[in-house]
């Protein structure tokens, strides 16, 4: 396996600023075709297992075991069924003697202090640190895989990356770090669900939030098991189709779509990314269809971010996505109903900043992860006291402008 620094792992968020890759040739279907993930349900990998267990191994939550020592995994929609010594879709869990493990407890593979802008999330206490963190592991097989050399590893395939981080020892490291928050992020946390519930609740216990950054294909149960201590959210919809979700990343559309309505009405703050790929997911009757979607079904607060695309991982020779496209469907979705939508992966854009969906003054104003100016007081439009949705610092503090 290609050897890769922990800087490297961390550059590679999906917020992150990419840099700009020449892009020879644009062949939206003919790579379409060619460069289709499988559909990855049930495709476990027989015998994967390690013989044994090490260090990071934890019993699995939220199994089944079925006959002859076999085990069902209830966390996402792939449920895999994995028989002794198999190893999970995800890379991460194994089946060794009937009983689930996780083998990423306590070892994440990327660690790091990120502005929360980062994640992305802009109506979220803006300008406090997150400590960030990831195992190996992903239960989709996108594409464009912006952390592929993480996601699609086994554990022991960046061992020599790990730092030894049990949940109470992630705690101490957030405090030491002045982040008022653990992100699970990087990765798809879905995949270390075990690692990432027990450090949550003592995230909670210690005064500090949790924000979860995901690709959303989770079952109900674990999510609403997640959301008791979750505090805000990032997350994917690759796009909204079903076909595409199957092509451009190995899952399916309705999953998560129910979990945007399962957070919508658990009253958790989230935000949207929509990476806009071209010849997959730039076509407009799918970015209007989605935006319907949104309003009929969570309403028109909840942040929507269209994000850049650049060439990455098995879509390498596709161009990055062109600025205009990104500007006409903020304007689009704007027009629509939504009422913030941006523009990320693009310095310098209008759709950086926040402006009052009420008298659109600007609210705040964003040079990368700076920001210079903050018109909010508390949760109000400082010009004219409409309340902005979102997460914000109470009035009497505000967010540290030094
Ligand atoms: S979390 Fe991993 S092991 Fe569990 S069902 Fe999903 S892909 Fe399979």
Not at 12 to 35: H, K, M, N, R
Not at 81 to 110: F, I, Q
Request: glycine letters at 6%; one cysteine or more; charged letters at 20%.
């Amino acid at each position: 396996m290609k050897k890769i620094n922990r800087r490297q792992f961390i550059h590679c968020s999906t917020a992150c600023l990419a840099s700009c890759l020449a892009a020879p040739i644009l062949e939206p279907f003919g790579v379409f075709e060619a460069a289709a993930a499988a559909d990855i349900r049930g495709k476990v990998f027989k015998g994967g297992a390690p013989q044994k267990l090490w260090k990071w191994s934890h019993e699995g939550f939220r199994y089944k075991k079925l006959k002859n020592d076999k085990v069902i995994c209830g966390i996402c929609p792939n449920r895999c069924v994995l028989a002794p010594g198999d190893r999970s879709v995800c890379r991460s869990k194994v089946n060794l003697h009937g009983k689930l493990y996780s083998l990423t407890y306590g070892n994440p593979c990327a660690i790091n202090t990120d502005p929360i802008e980062k994640k992305p999330l802009f109506h979220f206490k803006p300008k406090t640190q997150t400590f960030s963190l990831a195992t190996t592991g992903c239960n989709f097989r996108c594409l464009n895989c912006q952390n592929w050399e993480i996601s699609q590893a086994r554990p022991a395939e960046v061992a020599a990356y790990v730092r030894e981080l049990f949940p109470a020892d992630v705690i101490q490291a957030a405090q030491k770090s002045r982040a008022q928050s653990i992100a699970y992020t990087y990765s798809e946390p879905i995949t270390f669900f075990e690692y990432m519930i027990d450090t949550a609740r003592l995230a909670r216990e210690g005064g500090l939030h949790n924000v979860w950054v995901s690709n959303a294909y989770i079952n109900p149960k674990p999510l609403v098991e997640l959301c008791r201590v979750l505090d805000a959210a990032t997350l994917n919809i690759k796009s909204y189709d079903d076909g595409i979700y199957r092509k451009l990343n190995g899952g399916r559309l309705k999953p998560v779509l129910n979990t945007f309505r399962t957070l919508h009405e658990q009253d958790i703050h989230f935000e949207l990314i929509n990476l806009v790929v071209p010849g997959y997911t730039d076509q407009e009757h799918m970015i209007k269809a989605m935006c319907d979607w949104i309003l009929e079904n969570i309403g028109p607060d909840h942040p929507l971010h269209f994000i850049r695309f650049f060439p990455r991982y098995k879509l390498d020779r596709l161009p990055p996505t062109p600025v205009s496209t990104l500007s006409r469907y903020r304007e689009l979705a704007l027009q629509q109903g939504i009422r913030y939508v941006y523009v990320g992966n693009v310095a310098r854009h209008d759709g950086n900043h926040t402006y009052c969906h009420n008298c659109k003054k600007l609210l705040i104003e964003r040079q990368g992860y700076f920001i210079p100016t903050y018109n909010l007081e508390g949760d109000h439009c400082k010009f004219c006291n409409t309340r902005i949705p979102g997460v914000w610092h109470p009035a009497s503090t505000g967010p540290d402008m030094s």
